[in-house]
């Protein structure tokens, strides 16, 4: 009796032994649709994997190599050191919208790695593999905590690459005490008046039309872009009341010109005649503009991208520095755009080996191309091991580039969730732009323009 | 020549030349037949200036070439014409224009057979010099005589096409026409009557060839051929707004600009059509401007023209 009492419980450990060996519950499963992932499986050094990356040009006339040549560059390493991964770029037009992308995933069709074109998102849980389980201890400890925050959604959506805060510009009228530090409200405020004063022009060259515009400046208050991962609106009625109201006072006080369209497009002609102290908002693009127009880009002081050490600038060549927009909350909330790879799998799933692949592609990628763009866009590289490199190779003094870093702690992106960051863009283009217009025109009250844009009706937006 | 081909080519002359006489009234253009040059105030003066520089070089005329058909001048030419055996009238005719050329065209004349291919021609104003271009690969070049460079004489700087052709407009056109499309004045590509001038900066915009190597083109380059001129241009004041429907040199340079920064207007031809606004609303999402497709202050900044 004994004895067959031994051999039940020795047949059922046994059996035990070979379901538990078989299902290996220790080791972390990833559900993406149907499949089931196991992000651990080790990629077999005698199969040739074939990755495709759909790769968003991006336009930087500035930049010699182009984006192109140095990705080639940064590829043909990749095969040097991975010889059985072969990468198939797919070179996206830079002013392609995300409709093919999105096309492409919903078909089930998706590249397996994308540089996600407007900052990272998730794209469809169906479809896109979550990433926390391809880092090793040491990589997750490597990304910067707001590049992994913003790319976080319950699990890691993409491998960031780089952060773009947002940044106003400002000529200074004595850079050996004028640092580019953040300003409230108020010293703004004193600044452009004084401004105003002497030059008798309007203190702000301000595109109101941009809604980043806005938009920069209700994340500065709030710390929350305009709709939350729920979907919900996050800005309270009091605080766009607030802001709303704030901007106003400026039109009122002459610091923003009236005729808002206008200025928009003269903000430039209003900024290098002296007649306006910043210009706002800014993008890469137009920072460089302004920067190498500034003599500050061409100055041999100034560094180069092509590597050479960069050295402070006499703070007498300085003239102009970039700043966070106005502080309005109790903490320098900065709004910031984060870009980054995203690994897909097909509805043909390849297997757990080749997701493996895509997503070594994706980690190698989002740190090399991250440090190449950060450093000509004026962005921050997502990866701590980049920063020293970053900080080297940058077109500016390492002062300027320490506290762009210091203000990325604070970095607040868009909604991760696609649908809802494109709700967003959406809403802040056709709805607060218009309307925060008819505030400064005086056709809307700050009150009624926050009440409508607090009301705006999320659900019956994304049904459309 | 059949009379319906005489009488087209009578319609558009005409029609050519009424539009030439109301343009003439805010830009001169070069594709004017301008005629017996006559002593006067009324006189073209850019022809009257290369006269007075010829007779200069031939040694007939020691004033100042400041395109002005004075006493002086018609005395020179007096002087010139009797002693080529011409009627001493003061008057500068074709005979006269002839005699003042004397042997200055090239005894050696090089024909070339034609060639296949597209052709596309690349006009140089800095080296005078025009080269054909073939599937992409120059082929052959040619000496030149480009506009003065000064007041409205400039050869205009743009990507145009050839749209009329024509055989024997006159004498100061030499032999051949081939005109452009510039928006803003009647300029071609064409023979002369003054030789000597190829190799220098005088005429009054347009492109002058030795007769025999416009001849050579004329018989290669059908209507719609891509001419590509480069060079400089004379100061332009940018600041007006462009928006669909403009022309102008400034138009030019702006699409030239926005070709330069990787943004295709499809060619800088100075009209600012729906590629041109395609390609400025794509420089100004890039930039975070407002994106209308026109040309604003802010644009004249990126693109570095102010």
Redesign the interface.
Known sequence: MARKRMSAVLVTAASLAVVLLLWKPWMPRLKVGAVRINPRVAINENKDYHITVWDYEL?L?WSKPSYEEALKERVEAFHREHPNIIIHVIQRP??EDDGPLRDAVEQGEAPDVVNMPNGIGLLSPEFQVPLQHYLSPDQADDLLPAARRAATLRHLWAFPSHIHPARWIIRVQDPAVELPVARTWDQWSEALADNRTKSGGSGLAV?V??P?FFRHLMISATGHSLLGDDGTVQWTEADIEKVAKEVLTWVEKGLIPADV?KA??????HF?DGKALAVA???P??LH?ILR?AGMLDSPAGGSASGDASKPLKSVERSVYWTPPPQIGEKLWIAADIYGYAVFRQAKYKGDDHTRAAAVVAAYLSREMGSWVATRTFSVPAHQSSLERWLAESLLPEADMRLLLQWCENAVPPPIDDRLARLEARIMTETVVPKLVAVLKGEMSASHFAREIHNVPVSAWLRR | MTGHDRLCRLTFIVLLMLCCRSMHAWTPTCGLEPGPLMPGPQANAAEVSELQERLQALGYFSGVADGIFDQALELAVRRFQRDQGLIADGIVSDATWLALAGDSVPAIRSSTAKPEGTMHLVIDTRNLKLTLFVDGQPFKSYPIAVGRQKDWYWTPVGEWKIVNKGVNWGSGFGTRWMGLNVPWGTYGIHGTNKPYSIGTRASAGCIRMFNHDVEELYSWLPLGTKVIIVGDTPPINFGRTISLGSSGKDVVAVQSRLQELGFPVGGADGRWGPNSEAAARSLQKLYGLPADGTVYTDIYYILGLK
């Open positions: 336009l006339p830079w002013n595109n039309l941009d980043d369209e928009a497009r003269s903000r430039l002609a290098w908002p800014t993008n693009w137009l503009h127009r």
